[in-house]
């Protein structure tokens, strides 16, 4: 059974740094593409960034590019989102996806989703 799991969430001022952690078990890591998503209330879920299985191709929305980083350490079976520069428009419910990839791109659809964890961006 794959199961991810968030951590790192929490409410933090406009201009502050989080970082974001996914925990996967149930799976061969290394061989899923990996991404994270948001969601705020009243919005559908967005893609934010993506990152291959190696961590050589990453990709990310331009609404947080050169702010946000996604990297992961396939030893610890754990994908991280740091995010820089927070504005109070990144406030959302952010999850972690994971695709099985036969390839070193980035995933456009994911298979298994984590449970979320908030993040919340004072002004």
């Known amino acids: 059974q794959v199961l991810l799991v968030e951590s790192g969430g929490g409410l933090v001022q406009a201009g502050d740094s989080l970082t974001l952690s996914c925990a996967a078990s149930?799976?061969?890591?290394?061989?899923?593409?990996m991404g994270w998503f948001r969601q705020a209330p009243g919005k559908e879920r967005e893609f934010v960034a993506a990152?291959?299985?190696?961590?050589?191709?990453?990709l990310y929305a331009d609404s947080v590019k050169g702010r946000f980083t996604i990297s992961r350490d396939n030893a610890k079976n754990t994908v991280f989102l740091q995010m820089n520069s927070l504005k109070p428009e990144d406030t959302a419910v952010y999850y972690c996806?994971?695709?099985?990839?036969?390839?070193?791109?980035?995933?456009?659809?994911?298979?298994?989703w984590g449970q979320g964890t908030q993040v919340t961006v004072s002004s």
């Open positions: 990152i291959s299985r190696s961590g050589s191709s990453t």
């Open positions: 149930g799976l061969t890591f290394s061989s899923y593409a």
């Open positions: 996806a994971a695709k099985r990839s036969y390839n070193d791109y980035v995933a456009v659809k994911y298979d298994y």
